[in-house]
């Protein structure tokens, strides 16, 4: 089935530093999604996003929806160790009432204290 | 705030046994999703309800079947169990348009996961 493009796949940075990942997608999207998963846990919605330019903070967490409407952003800055987990994107194609979100494959994000 | 509640949290299952998880929605929420995640993937759709009807169908093999009740929880049942079938299970759900609170249908929100290991 359709998959969102995310990247990187994993990241390996210092506690302090500035994360950016990003989602694009072949077609456009209406709704972007981010999450974050911890081991074991189900993912929590970090961060929804509806509209083409749109940029949303979320305490240290930033996301944009792109202008294209074909992408997305998720920034962490100031980075601390609770931020290890898996971040996905998901999205919502512009098309019909169907509910059903479209996923990437992740990003994990590793800190070192 | 309610969060989404799934039982049992852990169940461990023969080959060729059957299993039924349950979900519990957030309270006024119309839509459930059931997942299932192997080990370093994403989250895999199963299937869907909106209104206790089956809205859309994902990768969910013909073993496996689910409902949703009329007071919204969902029930998955799973039979003839293969190894293969182990992995972390989540349901989520989602609700109406709510303006004041800024959400929309399509904002999932996923309970804590049901572990099944199959031996």
């Known amino acids: 089935g359709q998959q969102l493009n995310q990247s990187p796949q994993s990241m390996f940075i210092q506690e302090g530093e500035d994360v950016s990942m990003n989602c694009t997608s072949s077609?456009?999207?209406?709704?972007w999604l981010w999450y974050k998963q911890e081991p074991g846990e189900g993912p929590v919605l970090l961060i929804a996003l509806y509209k083409a330019g749109e940029l949303t903070s979320n305490g240290r967490l930033t996301a944009q929806f792109g202008i294209t409407r074909k992408d997305s952003f998720l920034n962490i800055s100031a980075s601390i160790p609770s931020d290890v987990g898996i971040y996905f994107c998901a999205g919502h194609p512009n098309a019909g009432n169907n509910r059903k979100l479209i996923w990437g494959l992740g990003t994990s994000l590793a800190v070192n204290p | 705030a309610a969060g989404v509640i799934q039982s049992p949290r852990h169940l461990i299952k023969e080959k060729r046994e059957t299993a039924t998880l349950k979900c519990y929605p957030i309270?006024?929420?119309?839509?459930v999703y059931w997942y299932q995640q192997g080990p370093g993937q994403d989250p895999q759709f199963l299937i869907s309800f909106y209104e206790k009807m089956q809205s859309d169908k994902g990768s969910i093999p013909d073993r496996f079947s689910a409902q949703q009740f009329s007071d919204y929880h969902s029930e998955l049942n799973m039979s003839s169990l293969e190894l293969g079938d182990s992995a972390l299970y989540f349901c989520a759900s989602s609700g109406f348009q709510d303006l004041g609170a800024g959400t929309t249908p399509h904002e999932q929100y996923f309970g804590p996961g049901t572990r099944l290991t199959v031996t």
């Open positions: 077609s456009i999207f209406n709704t």
């Open positions: 309270p006024r929420h119309d839509t």
